[in-house]
């Protein structure tokens, strides 16, 4: 979860070599022994990058999902399955982008000023939301493969009754998942910043931790999704065969289908990739090297 891999882990600092003002260009920063202007490391740097970076994303998340959520509420004409999935992803998002500022807060200024009972709220809150918005997505998937591939049967299982319910189960499978955010996320001895605080033996319960939010969170949702997309388009182009439609208009019609499937899943991996990758290579750094 964000705060895993913050500017002010210790592990994070291991990551980001050390820079220093000087060498051979007057005036110009050069490379000298790892480190970039004396006293001045790169991970400070990125305690203003990243709560920039947290603000402007901030910034533009709520403006957008206080958009999807009126349009939603207000301008759907029917109680749609998919406009109340939509509109739960929204929620999730909204509240998630409401945690931000706390972790801008914590990135600048090295530490967690607002106290034990902030620290856990803000942290479970995010999580939940983090899980929420991606099972959200998988669902949304799963909606669209019964649609396409099974609109007869699925008739009774796509309702708005039911959808709101799979929603509800969403939320509170996504607590189930972060429940040790829950239980151990509390301000650091060393350091005074917001995350976890593991019992002992620590490295075992955060790898353990690490590797069953990355399959949970990303690996089982990717292979889910991919795997509906799949379908469906092999549904298209399998009923296409059957009716004998090869006309430009058909093809079309499957490419532009093709394209969203590729778009969906790219824009799935491109967001959340790099949060699981760096969360994995931050335990391989962590992880204690062997003697000898």
Not at 102 to 113: E, I, Y
Not at 213 to 228: A, H, K, M
Request: glycine content about 6%; proline content about 8%.
């Amino acid at each position: 979860l964000p705060p895993l891999f913050s500017a002010a882990s210790p592990n994070c600092r291991a990551l980001i070599p050390r820079l220093n003002m000087g060498g051979a260009s007057p005036g110009g920063p050069a490379w000298e022994n790892g480190s970039l202007a004396p006293g001045v490391p790169l991970f400070l740097a990125a305690a203003v990058l990243i709560p920039l970076i947290y603000v402007v994303v901030c910034v533009i998340g709520l403006g957008g999902n206080t958009l999807v959520i009126h349009i939603v509420l207000h301008y759907s004409k029917t109680e749609s399955v998919t406009n109340i999935y939509i509109l739960n992803l929204a929620i999730a998002d909204e509240l998630f982008m409401l945690g931000l500022p706390f972790l801008a807060v914590q990135n600048s200024l090295q530490a967690w000023p607002f106290g034990p009972f902030m620290c856990r709220l803000v942290m479970t809150v995010d999580s939940i939301n983090q899980f929420t918005s991606i099972f959200c997505l998988t669902v949304m998937s799963v909606d669209r493969y019964l649609a396409v591939v099974h609109p007869i049967r699925s008739s009774k299982w796509r309702r708005p009754p039911v959808a709101k319910v799979v929603n509800g189960t969403v939320w509170a499978l996504s607590f189930l998942v972060v429940l040790p955010v829950v239980i151990f996320a509390n301000i650091q001895k060393a350091g005074g910043t917001c995350n976890i605080s593991w019992p002992q033996p620590a490295n075992i319960w955060r790898a353990a931790f690490i590797i069953y939010t990355s399959t949970v969170g990303f690996f089982c949702p990717l292979l889910i999704i991919c795997l509906c997309y799949l379908l469906i388009v092999f549904k298209i182009r399998s009923s296409g065969k059957k009716v004998h439609a090869t006309s430009t208009k058909r093809r079309k019609s499957e490419r532009k289908v093709t394209r969203m499937v590729v778009i969906v899943v790219a824009v799935f991996v491109f967001c959340w990739l790099p949060f699981y990758a760096l969360n994995i290579i931050n335990l391989l750094v962590s992880l204690p090297r062997p003697l000898g």
